[in-house]
């Protein structure tokens, strides 16, 4: 498998309590452990099965994925902070890694 | 196609005739049109600009269908020409490059057509002529431009033509392709390949995901771990529904496509470093394929017939310029409405105005307009999928009456016959451009 590439987008600076939009996305196959190859045989599953961010060290989301998700997953969502601080985002696979990913957020 | 034959047909009618007469007949029209300035010169003159799928098929229509009666003249700097159909799949190793080059010879030797090989360098409306980069003018009493595309300045952050050869366009087909195929070809084991996509209106609609089907058909064969990175402005694209499931089919894990919603249409590049930074994050890359912002080429604009976003408008029917009666513009220097840039819409486009040319020079009889286009990609071996449409003139545009597109899921039989398709679309496309 392709090493897993995570990108997020988020708004460089926010107002104080007015929410913002957050975008990720992770490159990754998704498989459900239903499909075969080629061969014939079953692929084994292998997805991204949570998705957490965290402001400040306080979580502020967290998703847990199933097989039904598609390639590629892209999860959006909304977000306020009453100040600056740091926003981190965490894929955890199924194999135990987990991709993840900083950005800093200045309020005013 | 069928409109040239039915021009064809009506020639046939005429067999009896020989080539003086029709001339005569030609002349003593012009004599019932009273245009004093086209007998004081002898032929009506029609000047062609540019030798690709609009040009070199007006140019060949005229000259065939008037059956000499009128003077054909195509200006065209390159001596051979290299489609930019078919050019992804000579990246892919589907095509020998050979076997997407042309040569201007049958054009003169088969249908009297003076090739100028130079660069028109200008236009003057009223005098009804155009400059030569090597000296001298040439007159007409038609002029069709068909220059294609030239690149916007400053479209991309960090690229212009001096960076064409460290990170290439290969936009317009030639050298620029085949530096581009070598660059993908001398990629480091799992390095990565982006493309920096074009904003519309452009060439090709379809042309720069069939070229990243066709690099990741090559990589996926000799760098199986390198990478492809789409950077693109624009939030949908042509065909995406087929090309997304056959690179999750072919390519699954290879290809990242980074749209606007991500920064995509915040990019700029760095040739000396090969960096492309998007919205601020620095990709190092190793292939770079920058396919800037386009408008139509430069005589289309020197001769002041464009418009503030930089293409040609049209009249439908004739396909004649907005600006001036007495100039055509073909392909994709045009604005004429629902079809997309491609060399089939040319050639179609080509043939309404050959026939306009032609009754208005000759006096002879002309049809009510039809256009089709079709563009086929290939995504891997035998996977080829279409799209396309018939058009009709309006007063205001040309306008689509009917499509249709390749679907998801089709077996591979039909994918096949597509690809087969295209591949005789080619052959006869290049026999009605240059034979």
New interface residues.
Partial sequence: ??KP?P?I?VPKSVEAGAPFKV?T?I?H?MHTGLQRDRDGNIVPRQIVNRFRVRYNGEEALSVDLEPAVS??PYIEFEMAVPASGLLEFEWVDDDGSVYSLSRKVAVG | MNQGEGVMSQWKGNNGLSRRQVLATAVAASTALSAPAVLAQGRPRVVVVGGGAGGATAARYIARDSRGAVDVTLVEPTRAYYSCFFSNLYIGGFREYASIGHSYGALAANHGINVVHDWAVSVDRDKRTVGLAGGGSLSYDRLVLSPGIDFKEGSVAGWDLSQQNRMPHAYKAGSQTQLLKAQIEAMPEGGVYCMVAPPNPFRCPPGPYERISMVAHVLKQTNPTAKILIVDPKPKFSKQGLFEEGWQRHYAGMIERIGPDFGGDKVEVRPASMEVVIDGEVNKVDACNVIPAQQAGRIAALAGITNDAGWAPVVAHTMQSRADGNIHVLGDASQQGDMPKSGFSANSQAKVCAMAVRGALTDSKVYPARFSNTCWSLIATDDGVKVGASYEATDEKIAKTDGFISQTGESAEVRKATYEESLGWYSAISDDMFS
């Fill in positions: 498998m392709a590439r990108r987008r975008r996305r490159t196959p390639a590629d």
